[in-house]
């Protein structure tokens, strides 16, 4: 019997919503919005009034989100970008893509597509399936992209920069360099024990732990450059979505236990609260981790998000070099702020 997600009511997206600006004449970049967060992401800027791009890897799943945001926002304008996460190659062909359409810049990249405790398979170029997907792949996007970004940043004031992280940024102690290189397929193999270390769960952390890192080198960095970008970094807590159907279907997780676990959860809309806060608040400030808590697995799952501050696991100076280098080296590229 397939795990049946349970339905759970939003109870914050409604008030957000209200709350937002309208975001016309923005132009907004999203990955990962076949589902979840990212579609309701998509969803809301374009009912804002946004221009979005919708990046996503091709499948049924693709076309059937692309058509429901087609027909549920006919008056504002959806473009969809091929970009798979798994490849280098796939990310550059987007980029070209997105400099096509985006010719007066881009003010919002949100980069939110992510994949949670899967095998330990490499990608076409060697890394880890989970840190290729939801970091690194992030950062050459997000290296690729950053000449639109500055120059929406020059004519509108401002450009953001978000990323989409975990409370599972707190399974792992520090960031571990070999998560981060070659050794797709050699990080530990499929121990699936959310609890007791198991090393699909670890890899996991590692990714989400990137994700808050690379958000702090970057806020470091736009920041002594006194850049009119922002840099900013979410967590949805425990948000009922396709996240954990994929995990389940991998191995990743039991049937039950998930079924269970995810009583607890929040709806996607309501796990969305966090990337829109940072996608569309007027006031936020760069360096920002939006939220519904920053506490651990049993106390920040749910609520309304809320502003806090980076933490210093990440924020510091060994973590940012070490995050940046080794990320680089991985894209072979420079990434010059
Ligand atoms: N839901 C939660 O409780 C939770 C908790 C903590 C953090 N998060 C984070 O929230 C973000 C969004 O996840 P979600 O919960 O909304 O899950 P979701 O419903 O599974 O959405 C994930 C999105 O990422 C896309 N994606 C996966 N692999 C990709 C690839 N190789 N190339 C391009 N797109 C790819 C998926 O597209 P396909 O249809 O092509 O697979 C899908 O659109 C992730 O970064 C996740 O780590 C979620």
Redesign the pocket.
Known sequence: MPYKKAKIPSKYFQNLFNSLPSLNGKTIAI????????LVAADTCLKLGARVLV???P?D??KTSLEALKTENSNTEVLSVN????SFNSVRQAVQEIHELCPNGLDVLCN?????ALEDVPTEDGFDVQMQ??HLSHFLLTKLVFDLLEKSADLNGEARIIN?????RKQVKKLEPKYLKKNGGNLGGNGSSIFFGGARWTRYGQT?LANAAFTACLHSKLSLKNSNIKALVA?????I????S?TVKDGGMGRLFTKILMKT?QS?ED?ALGILNCIASPNVESGQFFGPGMGGMFTAIKGPARGFNLEPTYDNPQTRELLWNLSCEAIGEEFII
């Open positions: 990955t990962g919005t076949t589902s979840g967060t990212g990046l996503n890897r499948s799943r693709f970009c798979d996460l798994q939110n597509a992510g994949v949670m997907t939801n989409h992280s975990s409370i599972a989400k967590h949805p807590g425990f948000a979505t396709n996240l954990q994929t959860a996607g796990g």
